[in-house]
């Protein structure tokens, strides 16, 4: 976690001397440049422990500057339940990502619907995503799904930093809106402003391989990302036998591990299985902490006979100064990766 808020402030110092890849913002919109798309914060509001559209329709919003948002209604799609306490303030984020048609995050999904694929919402321990059915998960062929970060220390009652995943979105007659996600977190009562970082990887990025293995074969090795070593280690691939899924009939299940904490937010994890005849079969990688699980569904073990891990990075979007309360005024900068390159 330390090392997580050095890099933050380090990317901070390094992208605010001589205002490079800053951006100052008058008032809305607030958005910031992805290699390919852009990335919006729309709107925060107090946390509801629902997605009852009646409560959702009486959400209080504000903009990233304090100022009143006149927008929704909006309400979370599935479950978003966190706990709630007296001492603490708890708000949602509403975020768009808005990416090239043939890259965006539902159009992923959609790919997947013939097979019956759709993403989790569960998470894991301290609200870490969590895919306990990651062949339920969609492969992020061309964008990932966003990682979200706050600057300002955790609350005690959250001893990780404030890492979650996205919830979907729906509008007043329960229509799901492409791109929308929101993101909630817990503050202490006192704290007025954060700085709120969304990152997504896209194919404005190729992606490479840092580990090989054979199926029958089981290991640790090391790859570079950002000048720091990451081990990784795959274990031995093997049928994947579910009571409940015919469809998991003839499907193959790989467990690896690698630090989250390395990665989250900086690239993008997939794992590709290589067929006898020589053909690509990519599946995402779902994580509980530092354990994830790849499967691969409708291709037989016996037809394996190599797996790549493959990573690619991630850009970033960062919103400094963010108000946390309704009427309390700030000036918000707008900051990406993209710009910090260009300048």
Same mark, same amino acid.
């Given at each position: 976690?330390?090392? @997580?808020?050095?890099?933050?402030?380090?990317?901070?110092?390094?992208?605010?001397?001589?205002?490079?890849?800053?951006?100052?913002? &008058?008032?809305?919109?607030?958005? *910031?440049?992805?290699?390919?798309?852009?990335?919006?914060?729309? *709107?925060?509001?107090?946390?509801?422990?629902?997605?009852?559209?009646?409560?959702?329709? #009486?959400?209080?919003?504000?903009?990233?500057?304090?100022?009143?948002?006149?927008?929704?209604? $909006?309400? =979370? #799609?599935?479950?978003?339940?966190?706990?709630?306490?007296?001492?603490? @303030?708890?708000?949602?984020?509403?975020? %768009?990502?808005?990416?090239?048609?043939?890259?965006?995050?539902?159009?992923?999904?959609?790919?997947?619907?013939?097979?019956?694929? !759709?993403?989790? +919402?569960?998470?894991?321990?301290?609200?870490?995503?969590?895919?306990? %059915?990651? &062949?339920?998960?969609?492969?992020?062929?061309?964008?990932?799904?966003?990682?979200?970060?706050?600057?300002?220390?955790?609350?005690? %009652?959250?001893?990780?930093?404030?890492?979650?995943?996205?919830?979907?979105?729906?509008?007043?007659?329960? +229509?799901?809106?492409?791109?929308? #996600?929101?993101?909630?977190?817990?503050?202490?009562?006192?704290?007025?402003?954060?700085?709120?970082?969304?990152?997504?990887?896209?194919?404005?990025?190729?992606?490479?391989? !840092?580990?090989?293995? /054979?199926?029958?074969?089981?290991?640790?090795?090391? $790859?570079?990302?950002?000048?720091? @070593?990451? =081990?990784?280690?795959?274990?031995?691939? %093997?049928?994947?036998?579910?009571?409940?899924?015919?469809?998991?009939?003839?499907?193959?299940?790989?467990?690896?591990?690698?630090?989250?904490?390395?990665?989250?937010?900086?690239?993008?994890?997939?794992?590709?299985?290589?067929?006898?005849?020589? /053909?690509?079969?990519?599946?995402?990688?779902?994580?509980?902490?530092?354990?994830?699980?790849?499967?691969?569904?409708? !291709?037989?073990?016996?037809?394996? @006979?190599?797996?790549?891990?493959?990573?690619?990075?991630? &850009?970033?979007?960062? $919103?400094?100064?963010?108000?946390?309360?309704?009427?309390?005024?700030?000036?918000?900068?707008?900051?990406?990766?993209?710009?910090?390159?260009?300048?």
């Amino acid at each position: 976690m330390l090392r @997580k808020a050095n890099a933050l402030l380090f990317s901070l110092l390094l992208c605010g001397m001589a205002r490079a890849g800053v951006s100052d913002v &008058d008032g809305p919109p607030f958005v *910031g440049r992805l290699a390919l798309g852009t990335v919006e914060l729309v *709107g925060i509001t107090y946390y509801q422990k629902t997605n009852s559209a009646r409560v959702w329709n #009486r959400a209080r919003w504000w903009r990233a500057d304090g100022s009143a948002a006149q927008i929704g209604p $909006f309400r =979370p #799609r599935g479950t978003h339940e966190l706990d709630v306490f007296a001492d603490i @303030k708890t708000l949602t984020f509403l975020v %768009r990502v808005t990416l090239p048609s043939d890259t965006s995050q539902d159009s992923l999904a959609d790919k997947q619907a013939s097979s019956g694929t !759709v993403p989790s +919402n569960r998470h894991g321990p301290f609200g870490q995503p969590s895919y306990a %059915r990651a &062949d339920k998960v969609p492969p992020p062929a061309d964008a990932s799904w966003p990682a979200w970060e706050f600057s300002n220390p955790p609350h005690w %009652r959250n001893p990780t930093p404030m890492r979650w995943e996205g919830f979907r979105v729906a509008d007043v007659r329960a +229509n799901t809106l492409p791109d929308f #996600r929101m993101v909630s977190a817990h503050f202490d009562a006192y704290t007025e402003t954060a700085d709120f970082r969304v990152s997504v990887s896209t194919s404005a990025y190729e992606w490479k391989t !840092v580990a090989t293995r /054979k199926p029958d074969a089981a290991g640790t090795s090391t $790859f570079v990302w950002d000048e720091r @070593k990451v =081990p990784v280690t795959l274990f031995k691939a %093997r049928k994947l036998v579910s009571a409940t899924s015919r469809a998991s009939a003839g499907s193959t299940q790989v467990t690896l591990t690698i630090p989250h904490d390395e990665m989250y937010g900086k690239f993008e994890t997939r794992l590709v299985a290589i067929d006898d005849g020589g /053909k690509e079969h990519a599946s995402l990688i779902g994580y509980y902490g530092d354990r994830g699980t790849a499967v691969f569904r409708g !291709v037989p073990l016996s037809s394996i @006979k190599e797996f790549q891990l493959q990573v690619r990075p991630c &850009d970033w979007v960062e $919103f400094r100064n963010v108000s946390l309360q309704p009427g309390y005024g700030t000036a918000v900068t707008v900051v990406s990766s993209v710009d910090c390159k260009e300048k």
